[in-house]
């Protein structure tokens, strides 16, 4: 679980933007709920909201968390797919 929360800690870095909430940061908060413990998911959504001030995404990346919100699953996390499909890894091939 400490990768996952690496992993999902290098995904808000990158996915977080500043101002209202928008689909990057409801993305991370979604990967966040994933976490085991209580303790971890609050953690991991205090990570997110201090990103949230910090970082800003364009258009295109919201356009890319949105359409990364409907693929997003706790239980496929563990996996090299499922860690595409919530945005904590890159595609090998691209």
Known sequence: ???????????L???IASGCKNPCLELAQKICDCQSTT???DACNQQASDR???ETVTPEDEETCTALMDKCDCHALDTAEGKLNCGIARDPAK
Do not use: D, F, H, Y
Request: no cysteine.
């Open 1 to 11: 679980m400490k990768r996952l929360l690496l992993a999902a800690t290098a995904v």
């Open 39 to 41: 303790s971890l998911r």
């Open 13 to 15: 870095g990158l996915l």
């Open 52 to 54: 949230n001030s910090l």
